[in-house]
């Protein structure tokens, strides 16, 4: 409890007046808004959805004619299982994508009531010649969001305006934001304490925002593997490529991302809740894009396999990249059993019983070394220049993301291991 | 992947004269850049005048200037190399974006493309370039040598108002008027199958480089506006910081 005796509200600062007392700088602060976020998040996914159809410009046919296929029950899987069995929910409860056995969200959990036709035919959302998408996947994924952002914790009271995780409370206007945890008592203010409040902007969850990100490049690459229509020329529409790799390619993909979202999930702890709200769209573009213009050649029907070293070129990249993988993994395992859970404590990471983790011997950040090896392996693999772009940038990000997390470490702990580099052993 | 916290905004200095802590040598070497840019574009605009006033058509008239123009625009890439080394505070990316975007319309679209040269856009956005490089690059001499007169300030930061949009007007139908000569002779593009697994359209390109204009050119235009009030009008504007 605390008295708050004068409250300034003008564009920038806030000055808030307290006594010091015992009381943690969270407890001053609101609780989260759902709806807010919630709201935010859905327009998001459907804007985002609306906004990555206008990559193709010609040879597009109406949505109308498209909208029969999927209304006429067409199995898409040879183990039968039909995506859109005519007229009723697209989504049935338990619907695996994957092969059979492997559902994507716990089974029973409908998110559209069975029966209801999202489509009715004759109604097309988009402008003619513009539809690229299975309809009703937008609806799917804002929907995906809209349920794991509900279990998030949060109460449901109208919202303040500026809650929680948009202030940035600061002892000085161009200081540091004061952390959650820090207490009023051990911060070095007298009798009375002066705060200064900045606004963050709109923000929006890591888990949210990781999860949109990378279930869009899952998804997005399958609609590629399995030809939905108007993306290749009609007569390859629901064929398959008669290339192995092009299987193996989508298997390590879907993988790869598949990890990802699992991990976001179970295995990673955010020291941050939240980030600003631009970043998703950031984010989603550049994984989204990325994701649909190598998918593109992969399965295109004039792909080219390796052609260098054939099979062989292929059988070591996967080698690379599945080693990769599971090192990436450890790796996130055991970054995780660095802290315990709730605590923010940190720590120098080290090598441990895995041998996957003796990389942190020569690296600091080994996460970001073994996830440029899995896409240097799927670059092999595939042979595709899109993909040798998408792994370059991607490491040019790494690079600096590392090369600052390194110089962190290197600030916060003085018997920091000298032998380590921030993501290449010796070189970088 | 965990990614970082925001990265901080870049702003940009006009005044590429503030750092007092300049050697003599980069002063020196500035200086005579931007003279010798300054009478590039003003030898170009007598070249585009006199051809003007002999021929009384413009048909003919990019083909007599296209080799001064090339050179002296494809100069301008060493403003790219200043900023990068520090001796002008501007970010490397803006100018190296205004410079690129320089340089695709001189090389690949103009001198490419050899139906178009006759077009009037043409002839516009020149007009609009050599207008706005005279100015600009007079406008750093004189800030060099500390002796600025108010009539080159007053005309960098208000000439734009009019020459950006019709700049802009000028290039993007150059663009579009190349349009069909790219998708008749399929220049630059490359198809499938082929062992990089890669297309290229150029035409597709242009059209793409074309709706870019579009949430580019307001943030520029806006920016210098910004920087109009600040330096001519002396407003003093809070920058929105994170």
């Keep these: 409890h605390y008295t708050a005796s004068t409250r300034q509200a003008h564009s920038k600062h806030i000055l808030l007046q307290l006594n010091s007392l015992q009381y943690t700088v969270f407890q001053i602060a609101k609780e989260f808004t759902l709806p807010v976020v919630c709201v935010s998040v859905f327009f998001l996914c459907l804007s985002l959805y609306l906004s990555g159809l206008s990559l193709y410009l010609s040879g597009l046919s109406l949505y109308l004619s498209g909208l029969s296929l999927y209304l006429s029950g067409l199995s ?39 029966g209801l036709s999202l489509y009715p035919p004759g109604l097309s959302l ?15 994924l804002s929907g995906l969001s809209l349920y794991l952002s509900g ?70 690459y399958l609609m590629f593997y399995f030809r939905a229509p108007f993306i290749y020329a009609p007569k390859y529409d629901f064929t398959t490529s008669k290339h192995w790799v092009v299987h193996l390619a989508c298997m390590c993909h879907s993988f790869h991302y598949l990890k990802r979202l699992l991990e976001t999930l179970f295995v990673h702890r955010f020291s941050h809740g939240t980030m600003p709200l631009r970043n998703i769209f950031k984010n989603c573009t550049y994984y989204w894009g990325f994701a649909a213009w190598m998918a593109y050649y992969i399965n295109h029907p004039l792909y080219t396999p390796p052609t260098i070293y054939g099979e062989q070129q292929v059988r070591i990249a996967l080698i690379i990249f599945l080693f990769c993988q599971v090192g990436n993994f450890s790796i996130h395992i055991a970054l995780r059993n660095l802290r315990p859970p709730g605590s ?20 600091s950040c080994p996460n970001y070394t073994y996830e440029l090896g899995s896409w240097f392996g799927f670059t092999l693999m595939t042979q595709c220049l899109p993909v040798a772009f998408f792994t370059a940038v991607g ?24 032998l380590r580099s921030p993501i290449l052993p010796f070189v970088l | 992947m965990a990614s970082m916290e925001e990265d901080g905004s870049v702003e940009e200095k006009d005044n590429n004269n503030k750092k007092r802590t300049k050697s003599a040598i980069a002063v020196a070497w500035l200086t005579f850049y931007n003279i010798a840019m300054t009478a590039g574009w003003l030898v170009l605009a ?5 051809f003007y006033l002999q021929k009384a058509t413009h048909k003919g008239l990019y083909k007599s200037i ?27 990316i803006v100018t190296g974006v205004q410079v690129c975007s320089r340089i695709f319309m001189v090389w690949f679209i103009t001198n490419s493309i050899k139906q178009i040269q006759n077009e009037e856009s043409v002839i516009l956005f020149l007009v609009v370039w050599t207008l706005t490089e005279i100015t600009r690059y007079s406008f750093y001499t004189f800030n060099l040598l500390n002796h600025l007169p108010y009539f080159i300030k007053w005309a960098r930061y208000n000439m734009f108002i009019i020459m950006y949009p019709l700049g802009v007007a000028g290039e993007l139908l150059t663009i579009y008027a190349a349009l069909p000569f790219v998708r008749k002779t399929g220049m630059l593009s490359m198809r ?28 520029l235009f806006f920016h210098m506006l910004r920087q109009r009030r600040k330096v001519l009008l002396g407003e003093i504007i809070v920058e929105k910081d994170e």
């Design chain 2, 66 to 92: 296209a080799r001064t123009l090339k050179f002296f625009q494809t100069v301008a890439l060493v403003e790219v190399g200043h900023c990068a080394i520090g001796i002008v505070r501007t970010s490397v």
């Design chain 1, 126 to 140: 988009y402008p003619p010649g513009l539809s690229l998408y299975p309809p009703g996947l937008s609806l799917y």
């Design chain 2, 192 to 219: 499938l199958p082929n062992k990089y697994n890669i297309s290229f359209d150029y035409y597709y390109f242009l059209i793409i480089v074309m709706l870019s204009y579009i949430p580019l050119f307001p943030q």
């Design chain 1, 151 to 220: 279990s998030l914790p949060c109460p449901s009271v109208s919202d303040p305006q500026w809650y929680a995780a948009r202030q940035s409370i600061r002892l000085d206007p161009k200081g540091k934001s004061l952390k959650d945890e820090d207490v009023l008592q051990h911060l070095p203010v007298g009798t009375t304490a002066t705060f200064y409040f900045r606004d963050l902007g709109a923000q929006i969850s890591w888990v949210t925002v990781f999860l949109t990100e990378y279930g869009g490049p899952l998804l997005l």
């Design chain 1, 395 to 418: 490491f040019i990000q790494m690079t600096v993301w590392a090369k600052g997390k390194h110089r962190s470490y290197l600030k916060e702990f003085r018997d920091y291991p000298p």
């Design chain 2, 46 to 50: 007598m070249a585009m005048m006199r």
């Design chain 1, 76 to 114: 898409l899987y040879p183990s039968g299982l039909s995506l859109y069995p005519s007229g009723l929910s697209l989504y049935p409860p338990g619907l695996s994508l994957y092969p059979p056995g492997l559902s994507l969200y716990p089974p029973g959990l409908s998110l559209y009531p069975p």
């Design chain 1, 344 to 363: 923010k404590t940190r720590k120098i990471p080290y090598p441990t019983k895995n041998p996957f983790t003796w990389i942190f011997l020569l690296v």
